[in-house]
């Protein structure tokens, strides 16, 4: 895959120090991955890149809404989501990123892509289970959770006032109630 221009970061004609990047991320954002899980995106990333004479440390800030399909009722709402993720850009022999927080690149790399963090940042936020508020609170009114409601299994004390006790059960429980 191509690496998306707006995403690289050249590194190498930026003094010592601190700098600072702003993203938006919008739909367009995750057809480049052809993820389809999401029906609107609205998320903003801020990244610092604070530049020191042999590596590189990023922190990533993730922050905004996921428009999801709730697992439920399959009603979309907008999902807050929140991620924060630290990265160390080393210098080494070859590219190695094995570990989680830490990128080792070859000597000579003057730019670094964070497409593929920021994609993986925005949809490890969105929980697993992804319940519309509405469901939650009971506020949402939907043809499926009514549904739902009504083919629910009923409560014990529901049951036993619906149905009648036949008469020789009755009978039944006097004899366990004469022995003793």
């Not at 970061?9 to 954002?29: D, M, N, R, S, T």
């Not at 509405?134 to 014990?156: F, Q």
Request: glycine fraction near 4%; hydrophobic fraction near 35%; include cysteine.
């Amino acid at each position: 895959m191509k690496p998306l221009k707006d995403f690289i970061i050249q590194f190498v004609g930026l003094k010592l120090g601190k700098h600072h990047f702003e993203y938006k991320i919008e739909p367009a954002f995750f057809e480049y991955f052809e993820y389809k899980e999401f029906n609107d995106v609205n998320v903003d990333v801020n990244v610092q890149l604070e530049k020191k004479s042999t590596l590189l440390e990023l922190k990533f800030n993730v922050s905004g809404f996921v428009n999801v399909n709730c697992d439920i009722t399959n009603e979309p709402y907008n999902q807050a989501i929140e991620n924060e993720f630290e990265l160390v850009v080393k210098f080494g022999e070859e590219y190695n990123d094995e570990y989680v927080d830490i990128l080792i690149v070859p000597h000579g790399t003057f730019e670094i892509s964070l497409q593929q963090y920021i994609y993986e940042l925005i949809v490890l936020a969105v929980p697993i289970k992804r319940v519309h508020p509405g469901v939650e609170d009971g506020t949402l009114n939907s043809d499926i959770l009514e549904k739902l409601e009504e083919l629910s299994p009923k409560l014990n004390e529901e049951k036993k006032k619906d149905e009648e006790i036949d008469p020789r059960w009755n009978t039944l429980k006097k004899l366990l109630t004469d022995n003793k």
